[in-house]
């Protein structure tokens, strides 16, 4: 991103692995019981609070000295560490290139430092997928699901290997690192989500104006029955804005408070707004033209939502969300949440509007679903093409690319 002469040592890069996004730099502090946490500018320690990081404390934190800046994708998590970083990490505990079993097999992604193609290596004892490594400068790629995964198994089975020495120390190296990591960090690039922050206030704005002031919902409402009938047409457009009680709105700007900014700050700001605004237009239109309660008014922003959701899905399939529940950090799967909003709607349409589960407009969130699982690939292959574009070091490589392989190393 800078073109700063002064930081050359700057990686400008591509994530390697789902290429969605360039790498940007990670600050690691050791705290006082010896794991690394994410400092913010400032050094302090950042901590994690209703689905996002946040600076804690008052003033910087005693670190120890230590720091550590290693280079993250804010998308997928995977990270890249310069050679030397892991072993900082680590302690002084091992050198990572003794405990590289010596096999190693070239792999497709590309050393974000632009050395051509990385190999990939096992980091034996407890670890069954091989890390990605560059020959040339040692660096070392972990994905984020990776980190996740080793970081389980080396606490709970790691240190079990027992036969060989190097394969003991191997895990023992390994469980260090991985254990201490944070293996989720702040994402430092993410902007204002303006898109996201736009709809809410409009929404409550008009919800208020519906309430005291001189919307009249029904009329604005979309009713397939007399859209059929009347060819009131528009009502497709201005039914998204409505809501139907403080707990349909409350809870529509909850889950799009949550997923919308992350899935705006991958799609840039105007791109999020049409694909919102087209989720909820397929959804009302899904809706007009497929139920059979024709004479129930349809509204909400739900089938924007929809679509919100299912690109978040796309982009971040393997994501898991960050809640305080009474005081207590908890990471919560997508599928909950998915679960969570089905069963909003259903109590919705229980509870809501009285009419029973019909009351849900289904096909209107099915169709902003939908849109949400097709457009998104689109979207994200554009994306990509974007990130490579203003990046030194894309993700494809050219076929005659470097491939970095000197002579194989003996045990
Ligand atoms: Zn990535
Ligand atoms: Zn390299």
């Known amino acids: 991103m800078s073109e700063n002469p002064r930081d050359d040592h700057r ?40 689905g996002r990081l946040r600076p804690s404390g008052s003033g910087p934190q005693d670190t120890g000295g230590a720091t550590v800046q290693i280079d993250v994708c804010p998308v997928c998590m995977g990270a890249w560490f310069d050679h030397g970083e892991l072993d900082v990490l680590s302690g002084d505990l091992d050198d990572v290139e003794q405990v590289l079993a010596p096999d190693q097999a070239p792999a497709q992604r590309p050393c974000p430092r632009g050395h051509g193609r990385l190999v990939e290596q096992m980091l034996p004892g ?54 201490h990591l944070p293996v989720e960090v702040d994402n430092p690039a993410r902007g204002t989500p303006w898109v996201v922050y736009s709809v809410l206030t409009t929404l409550f704005a008009v919800f208020l104006l519906q309430i005291y002031g001189p919307v009249d919902t029904y009329q ?17 457009g201005t039914n998204i804005a409505l809501h139907a009680s403080w707990v349909h709105i409350l809870g529509n700007a909850y889950f799009l408070y949550v997923f919308g900014d992350n899935v705006e700050h991958l799609f840039g700001h105007l791109r999020f707004l049409a694909f919102y605004l087209l989720a909820g237009l397929v959804g009302a239109t899904a809706q007009a033209l497929l139920t059979t309660k024709t004479a129930m008014p349809v509204m909400g922003a739900s089938g924007c939502i929809a679509g919100v959701l299912g690109a978040y899905l796309w982009a971040f399939p393997r ?14 799967p997508m599928w909950i949440y998915l679960f969570v909003w089905v069963a909003f709607h259903l109590v919705m349409g229980f509870f809501g509007t009285g009419a029973g589960a019909e009351g849900v407009a289904w096909f209107a969130h099915l169709g902003g679903f939908v849109v949400g699982l097709g457009i ?10 974007e990130v490579a574009r203003r990046v030194r070091v894309p993700a494809r490589l050219p076929p005659d690319a470097l491939v970095a392989m000197p002579p194989t190393t003996s045990a």
């Open 11 to 50: 990686i400008s890069a591509q994530c390697p692995a789902c290429q969605l996004h360039e790498l940007v730099p990670v600050t690691l502090a050791r705290q006082a019981d010896g794991s690394w946490q994410q400092v913010d500018d400032t050094g302090n320690f950042v901590t994690r609070a209703l």
């Open 376 to 385: 998104t690939p689109l979207v994200l292959a554009w994306r990509r093409r």
């Open 319 to 332: 994501q898991r969300l960050f809640q305080v529940i009474l005081w207590i950090q908890v990471k919560v």
């Open 126 to 179: 407890i670890i069954r997928t091989p890390v990605d490594r560059c020959q040339r400068c040692g660096g070392i790629w972990l994905d984020g699901h990776e980190r996740r995964k080793l970081a389980r198994a080396t606490t709970s089975e790691g240190q079990g290997t027992k036969t060989e020495r190097w394969l003991k120390r191997g895990a023992i190296w390994a469980a260090q690192v991985l254990t």
């Open 220 to 236: 604005w409402a979309m009713v397939p029955g007399r859209l059929r009938a009347e060819g009131d047409w528009w009502t497709l």
